[in-house]
Nanobody
Framework: QVQLQESGPGLVKPSQTLSLTCTVS??????????WHWIRQPPGKGLEWMGA???????YYSPSLKSRTSISRDTSKNQFTLQMSSVTPEDTAVYYC?????????????RGQGTQVTVSS
């Protein structure tokens, strides 16, 4: 059973950088041919795919977020991270990490419970 757990600050000030970590257990993030995703859900809205990192370490981003989003990984800790710069209140959302078999997301077999991030001064 694969488990994913998001961690990071629940409150971020506008213009700062949001940093979240997903810790994976029960499976390796280097296992062929999985993609490890970040998705979010703003209040009252649907899920938004943000980006992913592949089993080989290649990264993919939503075009709308690409300019201020970075995804990386630490294979020794079986973790992958999300960094988003220049956050605004519109980035307030529940952030999830998930595993899937497609680059663009939308077909996840495991997902974390999510972590609330509020952008406010």
């Amino acid at each position: 059973q694969v488990q994913l757990q998001e961690s990071g600050p629940g409150l971020v000030k506008p213009s700062q950088t949001l940093s979240l970590t997903c810790t994976v257990s029960g499976g390796s993030i280097t296992t062929n041919y999985y993609y490890w995703h970040w998705i979010r859900q703003p209040p009252g809205k649907g899920l938004e795919w943000m980006g992913a990192i592949s089993y080989s370490g290649r990264t993919y981003y939503s075009p709308s977020l690409k300019s201020r989003t970075s995804i990386s990984r630490d294979t020794s800790k079986n973790q992958f991270t999300l960094q988003m710069s220049s956050v605004t209140p519109e980035d307030t959302a529940v952030y999830y990490c998930a595993r899937g078999v497609r680059v663009g997301g939308g077909d996840y077999d495991y997902r974390g419970q999510g972590t609330q991030v509020t952008v406010s001064s």
